[in-house]
């Protein structure tokens, strides 16, 4: 029986529509070969949506999106809206989609394909088959919580306050994320804090002990974040999954990321408790190549299969695209940013439809 799912594309700015049009059509064609029907319906987001409305997150491109099964972005922003009062910026927009639609658990994986394993600033015998998801909580922590501010204390003197915060209920959610991604990957999970120093880590750390039992498939660890950064560094193949708070992730999912050494190979993912999730690519709209048929549109494709996995629970058409992308690769084709000696060159367009043919 034929399955259909209604997908919100937000294309955005910048090299956005190109590498959207790249995973729409890939979508098309997985669908068809896997009998799963995709409902497209484009809305205006990021600075396009403030050239045509006045707002970078409009009332209806919110309804729209809370009305799908899953939100595909791909980046918004450039130079020309960077000068408009913080309320009226793009950035202001994705902070909104994130909490109109609940989305507190951030996944950011960090794959070293064997392909651009040259690319990355470490060793070949240290990331070679380095295969890890960071599961970062998204909407508590440090960033959000009470008291905060700049204040002028009884001496005189100012004083910057922010406050780290988490409640039971908060962890919990995050922890069934991270133990259920784990589920789906290699069954481990390292959970990273600061309990030795902060009672709001070992708040978190009692919590995802006490989760675990649920979950005796899924092998648990903690680790200190300090050690976790050196460990990162050092060996990133003892990790499978990380999940960890919102400051700590910010941190350890770019650093991972990094290992992997190209921005436009990087997917993300962005889930709620119920409801669509927001999958994206981690890169900007590289406004410097917009419009140039310059830009790799491998990550925003690599959302669509992450969409697929954890969005919409289609295993089997996230495997195809993946496989997919290790194909192309494989045939040497490269855009600019992963081009490495003997390899050939292709734009965008043409990587997308390399893409295709791999797909079959
Ligand atoms: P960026 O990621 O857009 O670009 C950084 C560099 O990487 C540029 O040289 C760019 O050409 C290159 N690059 C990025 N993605 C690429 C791709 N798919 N293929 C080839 N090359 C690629 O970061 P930036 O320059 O700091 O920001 C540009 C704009 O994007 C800003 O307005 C920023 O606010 C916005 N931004 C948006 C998001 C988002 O939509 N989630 C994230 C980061 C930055």
Redesign the pocket.
Known sequence: MTQSFRITLLP?D??GPE?MAVAVEVLKLVGSQLDLQFEFQSAPM?GVAIDETGSPLPEATLAACRQSDAVL?A?????KW?TLPRHLR??TG?LGLRAGLGLFANLRPATILPQLIDASSLKREVVEGVDIMVVRELTGGIYFGEPKGIFTAETGEQRGVNTMAYTTSEIDRIGRVAFETAQKRGGRLCSVDKANVLEVSQLWRDRITALAPDYPDVELSHLYVDNAAMQLVRWPKQFDTIVTGNLFGDILSDAAAMLTGS??MLPSASLGADGPGVF??????????AGQD????L?QVLSAAMMLRYGLNQPEAADRIETAVLLVLDQGYR???IMAEGMTPVGCKAMGEALLKALG
């Open positions: 955005g910048g090299i590498i990021g972005l980046a918004i922003g450039g130079y960077d793009p950035e994705l921005i436009g994206e690519p981690v890169h900007g709209s590289a406004p410097d190549i310059k830009a790799n549109p990550a855009t600019g940013d």
